[in-house]
């Protein structure tokens, strides 16, 4: 079956390190996208990538960093800048970046981040 | 810039009942297009409806259908006969329709809704 893999589901780190989380998709898709999901505050755009070798930064990319060398994988690192790092993060991928009506995102199970 | 506001933190509706969950949101474009994601609890998005800001006629799927009043700038969503599964979180979200914005979402906060026997 098609879908977005992410991992670890669960990651604990401590003040300082940096953690990476793990996106992988099977779907073809050209565009994934790294949300992060506070407690009341909804999710929020960290960065997106539209085409391999090529991202963007989204409304809160400080402290995080991204990379896309192969099209099915985009790896989040939540470097120790970034200043709160507890958290859901989600990872979503759509066919392609523009704005079609019919490209909707797809999302992954997410993975908790905390820190120790 | 787009916002998107979800009112109500929390709401419960009885098994079989028919719920409205409401959304509001503010932009200067024209053209865009508006969703409904539900969050069970394994967290997984799942997209519930779409409209486009160009179609008048309301979506449905099944059991949900929207009222999108674009005069208003609300976009509310209607569950019809609530059945146990549809105990989630629901998050409205926006997409500017130009070019350039990618698929990019603006979320609204979420409404936890309760489904009750």
């Known amino acids: 079956d098609g879908g977005i893999t992410q991992s670890p589901k669960y990651l604990f780190r401590k003040e300082g390190q940096n953690v990476t989380l793990s996106c992988e998709q099977n779907?073809?898709?050209?565009?994934m996208y790294w949300y992060r999901q506070d407690p009341g505050q909804g999710l929020r755009l960290i960065y997106y990538s539209q085409i391999v070798n090529d991202f963007q930064k989204g409304d809160i990319a400080e402290g995080y960093s991204v990379s896309r060398e192969k099209k099915e994988s985009f790896p989040l690192t939540v470097t120790s800048a970034q200043k709160n790092p507890t958290a859901f993060y989600l990872c979503?991928?759509?066919?392609?970046?523009?704005?079609?009506?019919?490209?909707?995102?797809?999302f992954g199970a997410g993975s908790r981040l905390t820190v120790l | 810039a787009q916002t998107v506001t979800q009112s109500q933190p929390e709401m419960s509706v009885q098994e079989a009942e028919t719920v409205t969950l409401s959304c509001t949101y503010d932009t200067s474009e024209s053209d865009y297009y508006l969703f409904w994601y539900k969050q069970p609890p394994s967290r997984q998005m799942i997209l519930v409806i779409r409209q486009e800001a160009y179609k008048q006629q309301n979506a449905t799927e099944n059991r949900f259908s929207v009222n999108f009043q674009k005069a208003a700038k609300s976009f509310s969503l209607k569950i019809s006969d609530s059945q146990l599964g549809d105990a989630a979180m629901y998050f409205c979200a926006y997409r500017s329709a130009y070019t350039g914005t990618a698929s990019k979402l603006t979320f609204g906060t979420g409404t936890r809704l309760q489904v009750t026997l």
């Open positions: 779907l073809n898709h050209d565009a």
């Open positions: 979503a991928s759509s066919i392609n970046g523009d704005y079609s009506g019919a490209n909707v995102l797809t």
